[in-house]
């Protein structure tokens, strides 16, 4: 087939016979996943258990080169798909770099040698992400509020861009913690700031 521009991309070709031979362990493979019967993993490592890839993990792999096959090309035909993969891009690397952030000490290398500390350590980063990002979406939403009670008129599009990652107004040094104070144990929240306040009136 000639594909003009994209020929220089096109390279292989999908092994219809081969899916085809294998179609009905697929589905079985399928309907098993599906109902709960197997685990994920335990199908992955199975499938990967050696050098030599067998007939049915042939076949589920020329499978997804399809699916692979018409994603790239819808990316390359729809301007809109690109842009939501962008900020869906940007968003993803937004909550790295606060992670990033999150986890300055020691260069932010996991230095535990045993598998439970990893973990903990991990899910302590985590946590801290998940504070910081419900902390920010709550305070946003109240400013929010806040300005429309005003009067403000608030563009729904801007709202669409705002993003809870942000991390500069937080002090990452010192040690972290988790008491919850009585105001907010009651449900109430910090005073919003006055945006015309200097930083030592705060």
């Known amino acids: 087939a000639d594909y003009g521009s994209l020929n220089s991309l096109c390279r ?19 309907g098993s996943l599906k109902m709960g019967l197997v685990h994920p993993g335990s199908v992955i490592r199975n499938l990967q258990a050696s050098d030599r890839q067998t007939p049915l993990a042939r ?23 690109r842009r939501s993969l962008l900020i ?21 290398e996991v230095r535990q040698h045993y598998r439970q500390g990893q973990e903990d350590q991990l899910g302590a980063l985590g ?10 979406t709550i305070y946003m939403d109240a400013a929010i509020a806040e300005l429309e009670n005003e009067g403000h008129v608030i563009d729904p599009a801007d709202k669409a861009r705002l993003s809870p990652l942000g991390s500069e107004h937080i002090n990452m040094l010192g040690r972290y913690s988790f008491a ?3 105001s907010v144990a009651r449900g109430e929240l910090r005073p919003l700031r006055d945006p015309s306040a200097s930083l030592d009136e705060l």
Do not use: Y
């Open 88 to 108: 869906q891009l940007n968003r993803h690397e937004g909550r790295n770099k606060l992670a990033r952030t999150v986890f300055h000490a020691r260069k932010g």
């Open 180 to 182: 919850i104070p009585e």
């Open 127 to 136: 946590l801290v992400v998940n504070i910081i990002i419900l902390w920010n």
């Open 12 to 30: 292989d070709r999908i092994n219809l016979d081969l899916i085809r031979q294998n179609w009905d362990d697929m589905l079985r493979l399928a």
């Open 59 to 81: 076949a589920i792999s020329e499978c997804g080169r399809i699916s692979k096959t018409l994603h790239i090309l819808s990316i390359l035909d729809d301007e809109t798909k």
